[in-house]
Every structure is written in structure tokens, then in C-alpha cells.
């Protein structure tokens, strides 16, 4: 007999909340009429689609691995040229001198190779079709 009073309970807490009431009265939302069919519709045409082309891992590791290897050999070497010159601190300035006595030769073959350079990217571009 404790069943029937419980729901009568729930029945009246129901029935006292407002929102409880609105939603109550409120009709069942319907789909429209072509609904169903173009949900359907659209479920196989996704079905149909080929799967997507999976990542080139095989061909990306060997670069990832070279880059990682490049990485830490680099901050191998910073880390070994660093460490000494923390420990004996500099007194003296550094000698700009011996970098300005570069013969002029080798400025001549850096500027012939940056106007090769410049020349060559000059021509793709008008070969392509790009100004």
C-alpha cells in the first residue's frame, strides 16, 4: 500500500513545479516529413565515401629523426662550448680584427653566389608565369 502514496507524491511534486507543468502540457516535437529520409540519405553518402588517405609515417620518420639527431648534436656541441667559457670568465674583449682581415677573394665568390642566386630565382619566376 506504500506504492500508491509514493506515486501520488511524485504525482503531486510534479504537478507543483511549474517548469515541470510547462513541459508536460507541452506537445512532442515531430520530425518533418523528409526528415528522416535526408538523414538517411545523407548516412550513405557518407558510408560510400573512400577512407582518408592515412599520414606517410614510413616516409616521415627518417626526417623526424634526422632533425631530432641535428637538434641534440647541436645543443651537444652548445652545451660543451658553453660550460668551459662559464667557468673561466672573459677578461679580455673580444679581437675584431682577425674577422675584417678576410681576403677580398672570398667577399667576391659570396657576392657572385648571392647574384647567381638572385638571377636564377629571377628566371623561375618568369618561367612560371609569377611577376
Do not use: C
Not at 506504492?3 to 513545479?17: G, L
Not at 535526408?38 to 606517410?56: D, G, K, L
Not at 673561466?88 to 653566389?113: D, G
Amino acid at each position: 500500500m506504500s506504492q500508491p502514496t509514493q506515486d501520488n507524491q511524485i504525482k503531486h511534486a510534479v504537478e507543483s513545479d511549474p517548469i515541470d507543468r510547462i513541459l508536460a502540457s507541452e506537445e512532442p516535437i515531430l520530425p518533418s516529413s523528409g526528415f528522416l529520409a535526408s538523414v538517411m540519405e545523407r548516412v550513405q553518402e557518407e558510408s560510400r565515401a573512400p577512407a582518408p588517405i592515412p599520414f606517410p609515417w614510413k616516409r616521415a620518420v627518417p626526417g623526424i629523426l634526422l632533425a631530432t639527431g641535428t637538434f641534440g648534436w647541436g645543443a651537444y656541441a652548445f652545451i660543451r662550448e658553453a660550460i668551459p667559457s662559464l667557468r673561466s670568465p672573459a677578461t679580455t674583449q673580444p679581437q675584431l680584427s682577425t674577422a675584417l682581415q678576410v681576403p677580398i677573394e672570398h667577399a667576391a665568390w659570396i657576392a657572385f653566389a648571392l647574384a647567381v642566386s638572385l638571377l636564377s630565382w629571377k628566371l623561375s619566376r618568369r618561367l612560371s608565369g609569377q611577376s
